[in-house]
């Protein structure tokens, strides 16, 4: 489901097609506007509304027999439901059935949705050039610690995923000194860090939080990742 609607994104990077454009396009905002995401992030309330806009999905609607909306739900969240029982059934035989919620289900619903956005505006927004690859996305230098707690396995490197995307992401650091080396770095954009680039994310002045042509739809929010663009249910406001 989600590598059908990665491959789209990178398609269509930075293009009106592209359907992660929602996530980059809206920058910069207010650090007012930054701290909003955050909080609905880290408080789980943006998993929240993913998931319930999935799920719903997932149902089906009204016009579906009870035979066909099963397998419906099937191929939607069949796997995953699947792939959550193992990881109950692993912590509890092996440690206890609270892991799971401590290590797993809350990180996902807060930590983890805090660290994609703020990947997510680092790897896109305020791009310089859509239409060059080499100046769509953006690659950030991150140090050990950096990297452990929010960009492992070198996904920093972003850049060099869309130029070589069958690329594994452990080579991706291969990739970036092998670009370097033949002179490729200087066309890349880059930056020397996650602070930096939320800096400039977050320029934008108080009183104009609202001014701007780009209008921020509520059910637009549920779109990127692992959403496949679930924007039919409703979103927390901005």
Known sequence: MYRRYHLKHHRNTQQEEDPDLVLSKPFPITRKSFMRKMFRDLTGQTAFHQRKAQFLDAIGGKDLSPINRIYHFWQKLGYEIIANIIIFIFCYLIFHWSFYLTLWLIPFFTYNMAIIRIR??????LVPDDNDPFRNARS?????LVRIFLAPYWVNYHVEHHLFMYVPCWKLKQTHNALRENDYVNRMETATGYIDVLIKACSKGDDEENRGNFISNPKQRLKGYFSEGFSSSQSTHS
């Open 140 to 144: 950030t230098r991150a140090n050990w």
């Open 120 to 125: 997510s505006i680092a790897e896109h927004a």
